[in-house]
């Protein structure tokens, strides 16, 4: 049994999808009753809360390995139920942040305090550090309901983007098969694509005259306040205008991992067409 936290977000919710594709007895945290509808058949839901280790007892059994996020208020005692209830492997979904060890970014921080804890627990870990996900792109579906005009941060950051569905692939493949133990994988698209790219590339996948415009570091800052923490918004900004992370560079891991090339922005634009139609 392979327990998925996150089992309803981006590379959660493609790994669930994988793993009961493959027959493999699948069991998927959630945290209402209602998301129950949102699994695929073969998988079997289970309602927790990561915040809430002694919720996820019943969950744990009979669990070989554990797809994890980071970030979690309890997570040393989470780890000690996963011990107790026999669990071998952890895959952690971590950061393209956490190489550089920069516990003064609050993005990074929790993503190396969540490594550092689990390196600590005793049990098998395989680490994913992922670039930004293609899916972000779905953040422009408001925009693109109002006109032919994407705007976006960061306009002159190319960043090779990943598909979660890749992500989820080699999570699987650490999960389920032997030699991931003790790797530390940094995941990348097949190439580094400007904003402004990836929208000419979606316009011409859905047949639309798409423009793109790029905010200002001042708008962006505005913008981003309004949504998230402050802590947060400085770390996106010492990420992506310092350049304190380098996710432009294109990484082999997915290749050498599952033996074929990471999927591409087009490929990914061209499988999610009908979302932005």
């Given at each position: 049994?392979?327990?998925?936290?996150?089992?309803?977000?981006?590379?959660g919710g493609?790994?669930?999808?994988a793993?009961?594709?493959?027959?493999?007895?699948?069991?998927?945290?959630?945290?209402?009753?209602?998301?129950?509808?949102r699994?695929?058949?073969?998988?079997?839901?289970?309602?927790?809360?990561?915040?809430?280790?002694?919720?996820?007892?019943?969950?744990?059994?009979?669990v070989?390995?554990?797809?994890?996020?980071?970030?979690?208020?309890?997570?040393?005692?989470?780890?000690?139920?996963?011990?107790?209830?026999?669990?071998?492997?952890?895959?952690?979904?971590?950061?393209?942040?956490?190489?550089?060890?920069?516990?003064?970014?609050?993005?990074?921080?929790?993503?190396?305090?969540?490594?550092?804890?689990?390196?600590?627990?005793?049990?098998?870990?395989?680490?994913?550090?992922?670039?930004?996900?293609?899916?972000?792109?779905?953040?422009?579906?408001?925009?693109?309901?109002?006109g032919?005009?994407?705007?976006?941060?960061?306009?002159?950051?190319p960043?090779?983007?990943?598909?979660?569905?890749?992500?989820a692939?080699?999570?699987?493949?650490?999960?389920?098969?032997?030699?991931?133990?003790?790797?530390?994988?940094?995941?990348?698209?097949?190439?580094?694509?400007?904003?402004?790219?990836?929208?000419?590339?979606?316009?011409?996948?859905?047949?639309?005259?798409?423009?793109?415009?790029?905010?200002?570091n001042?708008?962006?800052?505005?913008?981003?306040?309004?949504?998230?923490?402050?802590?947060?918004?400085?770390?996106?900004?010492?990420?992506?205008?310092?350049?304190?992370?380098?996710?432009?560079?294109v990484?082999?891991?997915?290749?050498?991992?599952?033996?074929?090339?990471?999927?591409?922005?087009?490929?990914?634009?061209?499988?999610?067409?009908?979302?932005?139609?």
């Amino acid at each position: 049994m392979i327990f998925v936290t996150g089992a309803t977000g981006n590379v959660g919710g493609e790994l669930v999808k994988a793993l009961a594709a493959a027959g493999v007895p699948v069991r998927a945290l959630i945290r209402r009753e209602e998301d129950r509808g949102r699994l695929p058949s073969g998988a079997e839901g289970y309602v927790g809360d990561l915040n809430r280790p002694e919720t996820l007892v019943d969950g744990l059994a009979g669990v070989l390995g554990v797809h994890l996020l980071a970030g979690y208020d309890n997570l040393p005692g989470l780890l000690r139920e996963m011990s107790s209830a026999g669990v071998k492997r952890v895959v952690l979904q971590s950061s393209s942040a956490a190489p550089g060890g920069d516990t003064s970014n609050a993005v990074a921080r929790y993503h190396i305090e969540s490594e550092a804890a689990i390196r600590a627990s005793g049990l098998a870990w395989t680490f994913l550090q992922p670039n930004a996900f293609m899916s972000n792109a779905l953040r422009w579906l408001p925009q693109l309901r109002e006109g032919e005009v994407v705007r976006e941060t960061f306009p002159d950051v190319p960043i090779s983007v990943i598909d979660p569905a890749d992500i989820a692939a080699v999570s699987m493949a650490a999960l389920t098969s032997d030699g991931h133990a003790g790797r530390s994988y940094r995941l990348s698209g097949p190439e580094a694509l400007l904003p402004a790219e990836r929208v000419a590339i979606l316009g011409r996948v859905i047949g639309r005259d798409l423009r793109f415009e790029g905010y200002t570091n001042e708008e962006a800052r505005a913008l981003m306040e309004a949504d998230m923490p402050i802590e947060y918004v400085d770390a996106f900004f010492d990420f992506y205008v310092n350049g304190s992370i380098d996710e432009t560079s294109v990484h082999p891991t997915v290749e050498l991992v599952l033996g074929r090339p990471p999927v591409s922005f087009e490929q990914w634009a061209t499988s999610h067409a009908d979302e932005f139609r």
